[in-house]
């Protein structure tokens, strides 16, 4: 069937093939590019961070790469080193993603983020998000004074965050279009976020 990939790893495969570790709205395949590394192959620009059309077999993890065609390859990130890591850090959550997960849903939200002009802030939000899909889940009430990142929820008193963070942090989790935030709730969402991930999944975000 005919379907998309994001292309977020790339390994060597004999002497002039790739392996193109891709994600697909079915899940994670790892695509053979046979030939990939002469100068002549249709696929010798087939790289990391690169959006691609192809014709995928939904029951093998494994296959080769058939009728495939570049759709986006992100140039406006990889015109930019900071672009470039905010944009790593989003492909590294793909990591964390298993095969019992929304995958339609979840590719769709990580090309929509990798469309903002604040990769930064499209990097936080994933994570923010994500902890729903990894089933630890954020749980705000209507009513709050903080958030406590150890309980995953909104608490009546000052904890982990204050009140204007935590409506920061509500924000980003429920998110549907891209916002101006301001550098120091980025800064401190970031760095909560990262604490969550620690504490909940024993996992560390780099960014």
């Known amino acids: 069937m005919e379907t998309k990939g994001l292309i977020y790893k790339v390994q060597d495969y004999k002497e002039t093939s790739k392996m193109l570790f891709t994600y697909t709205p079915y899940g994670k395949y790892t695509l053979v590019a046979k030939g990939a590394k002469s100068y002549k ?11 691609i059309s192809l014709d995928l077999n939904e029951n ?20 930019n080193y900071d ?16 095969d019992d997960l929304p995958h339609e849903r979840l590719f ?13 802030l499209a990097a936080i939000t994933l994570y923010i998000k994500l902890t729903y899909a990894l089933g630890y889940e954020l749980s705000f009430n209507k009513e709050y004074e903080g958030f406590d990142l150890t309980l995953g929820i909104t608490t009546n008193y000052v904890k982990s965050l204050n009140k204007e963070e935590t409506t920061a942090l509500r924000t980003l ?15 401190t969402l970031k760095q909560f976020i990262k604490k969550y991930y620690i504490y909940h999944i024993d996992y560390e975000i780099k960014f």
């Open 41 to 51: 192959s249709a696929y010798t620009s087939y790289d990391y961070l690169t959006l």
């Open 60 to 79: 093998k993890s494994i296959q080769t790469l058939r009728n495939s065609q570049i759709i986006n390859y992100f140039n406006e990130i990889k015109g």
């Open 83 to 98: 672009n470039i890591m905010y944009a790593a850090s989003i492909l590294k959550a793909i990591e964390l993603l298993t």
């Open 108 to 120: 769709n939200l990580i090309i929509w983020l990798l469309s903002f002009k604040d990769l930064e």
């Open 173 to 187: 989790y429920y998110l549907k279009e891209e916002i101006n935030l301001d550098k120091h709730l980025k800064k």
